[in-house]
């Protein structure tokens, strides 16, 4: 066993080990859906500056969101109801009032120079600081931090100019916690003004202290330090608010702060506990659905590739571990939606697997008969090689990733967390689990002797299907792009002819209330309203008796079908409630959405430019965005709903396109690098058939799981799984005759379509010598 080996076993033991201590002793938080959690209803009042109006209750939905975003990733449902009223819904909450005083405070942060103590409080040391007339009348007595009050002079610095908001703690000092603020340009220039008119005056006099004043009250007047000369002022745009708070104080007052002003006052008119959206039986039939999907995708895997096959389900094993540990440790709250990134994940984590035993099968045929030990080193070429193919795929997921975490809100930023971390830990199970696993098995000569047991000495069937027929692909590449044109203007026809059934996160809808003589449970109404066409309703529970639908906007027939279905299973049914709702995807959010993912394709589109070239990242974007339109519209000729689920489900999608392009692209990359000069038909047509196996193997291993899903998942999952599997499928037609094509198309409208950059030269005594005038 070498070295490196060792070290991987040893880090995989560690690592596992820590996360088996973790998922023993910590518990997850889960979303509404798996759990239930708080309902807040906040009611918008008129104020001096502002009406209560629906604008202005739309700008404060943004706010709200904005702060609990910054609570923690909850993925909350956050909508207008009606004119003035805005529902809050936040999982897993263990102190709703908290939650309520956080959400409902304006956070109106000003700063004002200080002009001493109140006449009636203590006399004033210094007559001639009176403020003349024109300030007078803006003069503010505010109590101070310590139970006093103070007489403020007027303020034009507003919390507004605060870039940032982050609560520290200086323990070596032992000032304990404190709100460290970052100006803007602007506001940094009047906080050096501010601070050098105090200045003015000497230490000790009231007059030198800043008081920086939240909702008309002085949290904090600190002193300017005596360094600090007159009319100078502080030139940071930094400062701190002290004050002997606690963690907890800190970190609530930074984010009031940096979430902004609420536009108008609200306070709350309901706090309610709610049931799960999904109930107990939904619940368990996804559990089930997935739990019998990964055990036929390990068992695909274990059939393919033998023994090394079963190791690698193995690994997959530790992965749902090491996984469900990082979520549970940073807070990650669990839902049904958000779990979306973990399909990707897991698909790509077998991805790897599959790239590095593919290899490690086309070194093993070559090796075998040179060498004394061809399975070590046909494995370890296998992963060497498979290793840019690994990296190139998970950088641009995690770009994605990165951008939906730090551009968007809510659900997008729970996708984008979600992501990331599947992403990270499916590279470590399949880099360092799996290969510990298989270097360590490849070390037994039983298995080293027997290549029908160890599965890399076995060619595979695709393979050898492929090498007997070799197909000479892409003679007519415009026919295949001629195909993928056809098939995007026939979704595009769906959405055009059929529209897009846009659900009530995008469109608003009602919500109603219903109390039942008899206890209904929730699986027992999601099922009679689905017998009653409403399928779609989101049904929470609020008591045994009571019961909330959510629908989109429908008519009082529809409310009068529903108010009976339930009546069949819980008697004598009244409406408590009927209000109608807006998006919980508002306009705001879907921008957001949209920008995040621009971006984050652009970010893409750069990378692979950079570590390919700029023929091979627009093919990729290319094919990303057929494979886009494509799922869109076929939901649109299914009638299906666009809603929260398929977004995530879509950018699962786009991930898959990506991943599955990138694969190909490397294969080429390395076979044209091999035959400088040469044109790219005879690279691209071999890379695509060399990756045939690899793409067979991973898209089977997926479908195994999302098969499962649509099958056994119930309503809840099932949707989501269709465009996945849609998704998928068509992902691996366009990676290879859409992709391929557009970049032969591009190269060959270049006078030389040669290979311009430096490219990865073969080892000695491997593959062909590259020519020395070749051009780099």
């Known amino acids: 066993m070498t070295r490196a080996t060792t070290v991987r076993a040893v880090l995989a033991a560690v690592v596992l080990l820590v996360s088996l201590f973790v998922t023993l002793t910590m518990s997850p938080r889960l979303g509404l859906d798996l759990q239930g959690g708080t309902r807040l209803v906040l009611q918008a009042k008129d104020s001096p500056t502002a009406k209560a109006d629906r604008e202005s209750t739309d700008r404060t939905v943004e706010v709200l969101r904005q702060r609990i975003d910054a609570l923690g990733v909850a993925e909350p449902t956050v909508t207008r109801s009606g004119e003035d009223r805005v529902l809050i819904e936040l999982p897993d909450v263990t102190d709703p009032r908290e939650a309520a005083e956080v959400l409902g405070r304006t956070a109106q942060l000003t700063f004002h120079p200080v002009l001493g103590v109140p006449d009636d409080a203590a006399p004033d040391p210094k007559p001639e600081s009176k403020p003349d007339a024109e300030s007078e009348s803006e003069e503010l007595v505010l109590p101070d931090e310590s139970g006093g009050r103070l007489r403020l002079g007027a303020s034009d610095l507003s919390g507004a100019g605060v870039k940032d908001a982050r609560a520290e703690f200086d323990g070596q000092r032992g000032a304990g916690w404190s709100v460290s603020l970052d100006f803007r340009d602007d506001a940094s220039r009047d906080w050096t003004r501010l601070t050098g008119e105090a200045a003015c005056h000497p230490p000790q006099d009231e007059r030198r202290r800043v008081a920086i004043v939240l909702d008309e009250k002085v949290i904090s007047s600190p002193q300017v330090s005596p360094s600090v000369t007159c009319g100078a002022g502080l030139p940071s745009g930094t400062t701190q608010i002290t004050g002997s708070f606690s963690a907890d104080e800190a970190k609530n007052l930074a984010l009031l702060i940096k979430g902004g002003a609420l536009p108008v006052p609200v306070e709350v008119v309901e706090q309610r506990t709610v049931g799960p959206t999904l109930g107990a039986e939904a619940i368990s039939a996804s559990a089930r659905a997935a739990v019998i999907g990964a055990g036929l995708t390990a068992l695909f895997i274990t059939f393919v590739y033998r023994l090394f096959g079963g190791l690698a389900a193995l690994a997959l094993a530790g992965y749902?571990?090491?996984?469900?540990?990082?979520?549970?440790?940073?807070?990650?709250?669990?839902?049904?939606?958000?779990?979306?990134?973990?399909?990707?994940?897991?698909?790509?984590?077998?991805?790897?697997?599959?790239?590095?035993?593919?290899?490690?099968?086309?070194?093993?045929?070559?090796?075998?008969?040179?060498?004394?030990?061809?399975?070590?080193?046909?494995?370890?070429?296998?992963f060497r090689n498979a290793r840019t193919a690994v990296v190139d795929s998970n950088v641009t997921t995690l770009l994605a990733a990165g951008l939906l975490f730090g551009l968007g809100s809510g659900p997008v930023k729970g996708f984008g967390v979600t992501l990331a971390i599947g992403v990270l830990v499916s590279m470590f199970s399949a880099l360092v689990i799996a290969r510990a696993l298989t270097e360590l098995a490849a070390g037994s000569r039983f298995v080293t002797d027997f290549p029908g047991v160890n599965g890399i000495g076995l060619r595979g069937r695709v393979r050898t299907y492929l090498t007997r027929r070799a197909p000479q692909l892409f003679r007519r590449s415009r026919r295949w792009l001629g195909v993928s044109t056809a098939v995007v203007a026939l979704a595009v026809l769906g959405v055009a002819l059929r529209g897009l059934n846009l659900g009530v996160e995008f469109t608003g809808g009602r919500l109603m209330e219903y109390s039942t003589s008899r206890p209904v449970g929730i699986d027992t109404a999601r099922t009679a309203l689905a017998d009653a066409g409403f399928a779609d309703a989101e049904v929470t529970t609020a008591g045994e008796r009571e019961l909330s639908v959510r629908t989109g906007d429908t008519g009082d027939r529809a409310e009068a079908a529903i108010r009976d279905a339930l009546s069949a299973e819980g008697g004598a049914t009244t409406k408590v409630r009927d209000d109608l709702i807006g998006p919980s995807l508002g306009d705001e959010l879907r921008r957001h959405a949209l920008i995040a993912l621009g971006i984050a394709v652009g970010a893409q589109l750069l990378y692979l430019a950079v570590r390919f070239r700029w023929s091979f990242a627009v093919a990729s974007v290319t094919a990303m965005v057929h494979d886009v339109v494509i799922l869109v519209g076929v939901f649109a000729w299914l009638g299906r709903p666009i809603d929260g689920i398929f977004l995530a489900a879509l950018l699962t999608v786009i991930g898959y396109s990506v991943n599955d392009s990138v694969v190909v692209f490397d294969r080429v990359r390395e076979l044209w690098a091999r035959r400088p000069g040469s044109p790219l038909l005879p690279a691209a047509r071999a890379a695509v058939l060399q990756t045939v196996p690899r793409t067979v193997n991973t898209g089977m291993g997926a479908l195994f799981i999302l098969t499962a899903l649509a099958v056994l998942g119930g309503d809840s999952l099932r949707d989501f799984a269709l465009a996945l599997l849609i998704g998928i499928c068509v992902g691996t037609y366009s990676s290879v005759f859409t992709a391929v094509p557009v970049a032969l198309e591009m190269e060959s409208r270049r006078k030389d379509g040669a290979p311009t950059r430096r490219r990865q030269r073969p080892k000695p005594g491997r593959g062909r010598p590259a020519d020395n005038g070749a051009r780099v």
């Not at 790239?355 to 093993?364: G, N, P, S």
Request: charged share 15%.
């Open 320 to 382: 749902t571990l090491i996984s469900y540990a990082a979520l549970v440790a940073l807070g990650v709250t669990l839902t049904l939606p958000g779990l979306a990134g973990f399909v990707l994940a897991i698909g790509m984590a077998v991805d790897a697997n599959v790239l590095a035993f593919e290899r490690a099968r086309e070194e093993y045929a070559s090796r075998s008969g040179r060498t004394s030990r061809p399975l070590r080193s046909a494995l370890a070429a296998g």
